[in-house]
Each structure stands twice: as C-alpha cells, then as structure tokens.
Nanobody, 125 residues
C-alpha cells in the first residue's frame, strides 16, 4: 500500500503559476499510474491529468490542456503537476491518486486506488 502526500498549494493571482508535488511512501511509485484530480466547493471531484508508470503516456482534461503539465520522478518517488496561466476556475482542492492498474487514459476517480489528503489552490482574480 502506498501513502500519498500533496504539497505546493497556496494563493496565487490569476495568470500565475504553481507546482504541486505528490510524495509517495510505503511502496515505490513506479508501481502505479498516477493522476491528479481536483474538487471545487459544491462540485464533484474531476480529473485533471494522468501519467503512466514510466511517463510514456500523459493525458489531460480539456480544461487544463496546454496550461498544466504532469510529470513524475520515480527515483525520488515523486509526482508533480505544473500549473501555468491559472484562472479562478482552477480554484479547488487538488489530490494526487495512484492506480494499481497498468493502463493509460483512466479519468474516472473510481479507477484510482489510493489518494492523498489534498492541497488547496486558490486563484484570485
């Protein structure tokens, strides 16, 4: 079982950037497909980005494509989400998640088996 801890959230002005980190412990991160999700107040949790075990494939929600970049460093047991050109609609709690399946393209929360506690991102306009 893997434990995930997100960090890097905070308050940023519209147009700014943030880099979220997800630290894994308990098991090597290379065993998992990784994803990032977010949940705004009153809304369902939504997929943001995913990356396969060896970074061979990445996929994004249309709303963040071209602005966000998912990456990972298996040697450091870390996953990242670089967020650029942020706007108020990006305000949410962001979660990293691990999928024990060996597949790409999963965007449903149900496909992911382990979750971090989340980190708040607030974009001021």
């Amino acid at each position: 079982q893997v434990q995930l801890v997100e960090s890097g959230g905070g308050l940023v002005q519209a147009g700014g950037s943030l880099r979220l980190s997800c630290a894994a412990s308990g098991r090597t991160l290379s065993s998992y497909v990784m994803g990032w999700f977010r949940q705004a107040p009153g809304k369902e949790r939504e997929f943001v980005a995913g990356i396969t075990r060896r970074s061979g494939s990445r996929w994004y929600a249309d709303s963040v494509k071209g602005r966000f970049t998912i990456s990972r460093d298996n040697a450091k047991n870390m996953a990242y989400l670089q967020m650029n050109s942020l706007n108020s609609e990006d305000t949410a709690v962001y979660y990293c998640a691990a999928d024990t399946g060996n597949r790409s393209g999963a965007y449903q929360p149900e496909a992911y088996d382990y979750w971090g506690q989340g980190t708040q991102v607030t974009v001021s306009s």
